[in-house]
């Protein structure tokens, strides 16, 4: 596999590692969206938190990405002055293979941002990393975030009982329809631009 790259350009966003200078603006985003996020992202019950706490987050972010471990971004405006969310290609389906996550503030839902941002992590999966399955995990009652892998063409494969997790590992009794991919069978025309580490361009 090769290395995901650290940026992403789309028409209308950045999507790249998270740095902790960025801890600002992820609190902000999360901060001022507690209610919107909590019903489907654990890890926001132990929000909000001070700024340090988003700084080591972010650092431990930036660590298992340089280390090839596991690979999260933040979603950018395209000057990158807000963080419109988080996502992510995940190391956690094993070999050959990604799950990609996402959340979007709340004073940025409709506008199809989680859809922009998952069509250009897809593109990458396949043309960069050269990965050959990308899955997507959604809580059956999530019908925002269901729609995305929907409109991307991503094929329903089941649901998968009581597999969602909370953010500590301990299992939340709660459903996961399951999308997938395989290498070839992703159609859409993504245009994007994406840079390495050196900020050499690889797509």
Same mark, same amino acid.
């Given at each position: 596999m090769a290395p995901p790259p650290y940026r992403i350009e789309t028409e209308r966003l950045v999507v790249r590692c998270w740095e902790p200078r960025d801890a600002l603006l992820l609190k902000e985003a999360v901060d001022s969206s507690l209610e919107h996020l909590r019903p489907w992202m654990p890890w926001v019950h132990e929000d909000p938190q001070p700024?340090?706490?988003? %700084?080591?987050?972010?650092?431990?972010?930036?660590?298992?990405?340089?280390?090839?471990?596991?690979?999260?971004?933040?979603?950018?405006?395209?000057?990158?002055?807000?963080?419109?969310?988080?996502?992510?290609?995940?190391?956690?389906?094993?070999?050959?293979?990604?799950?990609?996550?996402?959340?979007?503030?709340?004073?940025? %839902?409709?506008?199809?941002?989680?859809?922009?941002?998952?069509?250009?992590?897809t593109r990458v999966g396949f043309e960069v990393c050269e990965i050959d399955r990308i899955e997507i995990r959604v809580d059956p009652a999530n019908e925002a975030s269901l729609a995305i892998p929907r409109k991307l063409g991503f094929v329903e494969e089941g649901t998968l009982r009581g597999v969602l997790h909370d953010s500590h590992g301990s299992p939340r009794q709660s459903d996961a329809v399951v999308f997938a991919l395989l290498r070839g069978e992703f159609e859409r025309d993504v245009q994007l631009k994406a840079f390495d580490a050196a900020g050499e361009r690889v797509l």
């Open positions: 700024l340090e706490a988003k %700084v080591e987050l972010l650092r431990g972010f930036r660590g298992r990405f340089d280390l090839g471990q596991d690979f999260v971004y933040g979603i950018f405006s395209a000057d990158e002055s807000e963080a419109i969310g988080g996502t992510g290609l995940h190391t956690r389906r094993g070999e050959g293979a990604f799950e990609i996550g996402y959340w979007i503030r709340a004073s940025r %839902v409709g506008e199809g941002l989680g859809t922009e941002a998952t069509a250009a992590l």
